[in-house]
Structures are given as C-alpha cells and as structure tokens.
C-alpha cells in the first residue's frame, strides 16, 4: 500500500506546502517562480515528516501525541540514520544542501492535524522494532533546528 498523508486539518496549511509543477525536463518537483525560499523550506519540512510518519509509527500528529512523536523523531536523530536528512537550501540561491535535520517541537506542533494511512504502533511496539545503535531516552524539550 502506498504511503498517503495530508495536511488540510493543519491549522495553517496554506504555509505548510506551495504550488509545485513537474517539469519533464527536470528531476522532479519544481517549485513555482512566486514561492520564497522560506516557503520551500517549509514545503520540504512539511514533506520530510509525511514520509516519516510510517519510520515514528504514528499515523496522526495530535496535540495529545506531540511530545511522542517529537520523542520518537529524536530518538532517531540519535542513532546514524539517514531518515532524518532533508535538503533545504539557506542561502535562497537555489544550491539545496544535505542536512541531519533536527526538528523541534515546535516544527511538529505546526503539522498538528496532519495525517496518514500509517499503521499506529504503541511506544514499546516501536522501541522493539528499533536496531541497535538508538538511546531511548525522553527528551521533553524544544531542541535546536538544524545541524551539520
């Protein structure tokens, strides 16, 4: 089954993703000339946490579950795993990097509302699926946004 997920109960979706076209002559998506470069950065944010939902085991972000999927999110970041990269450009000169992402919080409480047919799993059903190499551990705090 294909991974779906959408973003339209989010309180604010219209900033979470922009207009995007597929142009034959390039790879993939490509954002329309009117977006800014926060807007895609935003975009690819909003993009990177719909396809991890199925890796946190989570099918809906909620203000009951946002602090677990942010625990789950950075008990990923702590093991070598490349899920947790995403490009994005800083610069605005349209040269997308490669970056360890750390989201915080505040990243996932902007997605509350956001969905996706993953199949839930409890917190130890997905500890038990983890490899080795990942400290489980809480981490109830706003951490910082980025790393390289």
Known sequence: MPLTWD????RDADSLMV???????????????DSTN?????????????MM???????????DNIYD???RYHILC???????????DFTGDGELKYHRMKLNTLHFADRIGMRSNVVEQTRDEWVAALRDGYTVEKF????DCWTD
Do not use: Y
């Not at 207009?19 to 000339?33: A, K, L, M, Y």
């Not at 926060?38 to 719909?50: F, K, L, V, Y």
């Not at 085991?57 to 909620?62: Q, V």
């Open 78 to 88: 702590t093991g070598d795993d490349v899920r947790v990269g995403v490009f994005v």
């Open 140 to 143: 109830w705090e706003v951490a």
């Open 69 to 71: 999927v942010t625990e």
């Open 7 to 10: 973003i339209k109960n989010c």
């Open 38 to 50: 926060d807007q895609r950065n935003e975009h690819r944010i909003t993009t990177h946490i719909g």
């Open 19 to 33: 207009d995007t076209f597929i142009d034959p002559n390039q790879f993939g998506e490509q954002f329309t000339e």
């Open 53 to 63: 939902m199925h890796n946190l085991g989570i099918n809906e972000i909620t203000s």
